[in-house]
Structures are given as structure tokens and as C-alpha cells.
């Protein structure tokens, strides 16, 4: 079965310090898919990224930066230079790969990042 | 472009009452998910529709939970007989799919249930 952790339930961090968002995960597929989804207060969830199992490239958008290590099943997030608005919850997620199994997202419990002015 | 709209955003019922919510995809996604979520939890997978065909349904989905998509368009979730229990968070989400997994789903605003 598919299972997410994310460790630290919440982030407090002052504006402009970098914060780095930890997700673990288990999955006995070899393919399989990754994301990460922002849920700012007003409760809807905003898509961030999706990365294959294949891809294991670090990738850098903006402020916005992902730490994929197959070897440890991690797919890390961080914000630099974080900004008040970035104070959200933030979802790792994982998906199989095979439509057999749904294409469901089995989401972790999430990080709550508080980002003080 | 229009996203995932949900209605109603806020329920609020009696236990022992039915509910039910609607939600209406992206236009052109031919997949679309109900998920729940509870406070303080991230959501949880309820059940899976490609096209009009409901193709997985969790075990959350208990006999009082039942959901369509008729005509592969918009998609609505029925809850029977309500209970304390129900009280979350319901999110829709959509994807266009080809074959396999792993779409990005889009997510709606959600539905906040409160059972009295």
C-alpha cells in the first residue's frame, strides 16, 4: 500500500529565511508519480508539481525549488526567501502509475508554514 | 479557463438528514475524484470516475455514500442519513487522462459539511 509522510506538522519561519519542507514515501510500484499542492487559508488546493519515478532531476521554479532522491523516498520542498504569503499548508501526494489502481493521490498529513513579517 | 466549481461551498444539516453536492470539472477532463478531508488531515480518496464509468470507490465510501456522473459531464455525491462523522471537507478534483495514472488533478474550492 501506498503510505506519505510528512514529519513536521508545522513551520515558523521569519520572512525571507529559507524553509525546507520534508516528505517520505512508500510505494511497491516502480513507477510511479509525485506532486506537491498548496493549501493557502482559503481552503482550495493549488497544484505545485508532479514528477515521475524516472526523473529524478532537481527542479527550481521561481523561489521554488525540489529535492527528489529515489534512493531514500523523499521528495523535498523548499522555499527560499519565503514571503508572508507563502503561509499555507502544503501537501505531498503520491499516485501509481497503472490505471488498474484508480489514479488516486494518497496525500501525507501535511506542513503548516507560518511565515511571520 | 474556468477550474473546478463546487456547490454548495457550505452545508450545514441535521443528523439524519441527506445531502447532496455537486461538482462540475474542468470542460474538457474526462476523469474526476471525490476526496475527503478532515481538520487538521490531509484528504483522503473517496472514489474515481473516467467518463461516466465510477471505476474505484474506497472503503470511506460506506453504503450511505453514493456518487454519478451522468453523462460524463458534472458529478454529484449523496450522502444518506448523515451523521457527526460526516462533518469535512469534500473536494472535488479533475484530470485528463490518456492511459495510466499519475494525471494532475485539479482541485475545487470544496464543500464544508457540518452535521448537527
Given at each position: ?21 520534508d ?16 493549501q493557502?487559508?482559503s481552503?482550495?488546493l ?14 527550481i ?7 527528489f ?17 507563502d ?20 496525500f501525507?498529513?501535511?506542513t ?6 | 479557463?474556468?477550474?473546478v466549481s ?51 470507490k ?17 458529478s454529484?455525491?449523496?450522502i444518506q ?6 462533518s ?5 478534483a ?11 488533478q485539479y ?5 464544508r459539511?457540518?452535521?448537527?
Amino acid at each position: 500500500a501506498q503510505k506519505v509522510t510528512q514529519a513536521q506538522t508545522e513551520i515558523s519561519v521569519v520572512e525571507k529565511e529559507d524553509v525546507t519542507l520534508d516528505c517520505v514515501y512508500e510505494t511497491r510500484d516502480t513507477t510511479y508519480y509525485l506532486f506537491w499542492y498548496k493549501q493557502p487559508p482559503s481552503g482550495e488546493l493549488v497544484f505545485l508539481i508532479r514528477r515521475n519515478s524516472f526523473d529524478e532531476q532537481n527542479e527550481i521554479s521561481g523561489r521554488y525549488s525540489w529535492n527528489f532522491q529515489k534512493s531514500t523516498s523523499s521528495f523535498n520542498f523548499t522555499i527560499t526567501a519565503s514571503q508572508v504569503v507563502d503561509s499555507a499548508v502544503y501537501f505531498c501526494a503520491l499516485s501509481e502509475a497503472f490505471e488498474a489502481a484508480g489514479n488516486k493521490l494518497t496525500f501525507g498529513g501535511g506542513t503548516r508554514v507560518l511565515v511571520k513579517p | 479557463d474556468t477550474g473546478v466549481s463546487q456547490d454548495p461551498r457550505h452545508k450545514i444539516t441535521k443528523r439524519g438528514q441527506n445531502v447532496t453536492f455537486r461538482c462540475d470539472p474542468i470542460s474538457e477532463h474526462n476523469r474526476l475524484y471525490w476526496y475527503r478531508q478532515t481538520l487538521g488531515q490531509g484528504p483522503e480518496f473517496l472514489t474515481y470516475f473516467q467518463n461516466e464509468a465510477q471505476l474505484e470507490k474506497s472503503r470511506l465510501l460506506s453504503d450511505r455514500f453514493s456518487a454519478e456522473r451522468p453523462k460524463g459531464s458534472f458529478s454529484t455525491l449523496e450522502i444518506q442519513r448523515t451523521e457527526q462523522g460526516d462533518s469535512a471537507m469534500y473536494l472535488c478534483a479533475s484530470s485528463l487522462g490518456t492511459s495510466g495514472g499519475g494525471d494532475t488533478q485539479y482541485f475545487g474550492p470544496g464543500t464544508r459539511l457540518t452535521v448537527l
